[in-house]
């Protein structure tokens, strides 16, 4: 169960550790920024569930005031890199 307050999330091979900042790929370390980190521990906090455009914008806004409109595709783009498994799926419309 996904819980707000939890300390470790996980979705298939991916671990997140929300206290220590680490997460893993089937036991391979991500090197990952805060923006990104925070980013992936808000879309597996709403796993299965769909994240509006909206909603990853308000949270890049609070860091990023001066962000462009494709930012999120790129974050997004990034962190399908790095993860090398495919946990995030985007929905149009």
Not at 59 to 79: G, K, M
Not at 81 to 92: F, G, N, P, Y
């Amino acid at each position: 169960a996904l819980e707000h307050g939890s300390a470790e999330l996980s979705w298939g091979p991916l671990r997140i550790e929300t206290r220590s900042s680490k997460a893993h790929v089937a036991g391979r370390a991500l090197k990952l920024t805060s923006f990104e980190f925070r980013l992936l521990c808000h879309l597996m906090r709403q796993k299965g569930g769909l994240v509006s455009r909206e909603e990853l914008v308000e949270l890049l806004y609070d860091q990023h005031p001066d962000a462009n409109s494709n930012t999120i595709e790129v974050f997004i783009r990034r962190l399908r890199k790095k993860l090398a498994v495919d946990l995030i799926e985007t929905v149009r419309g």
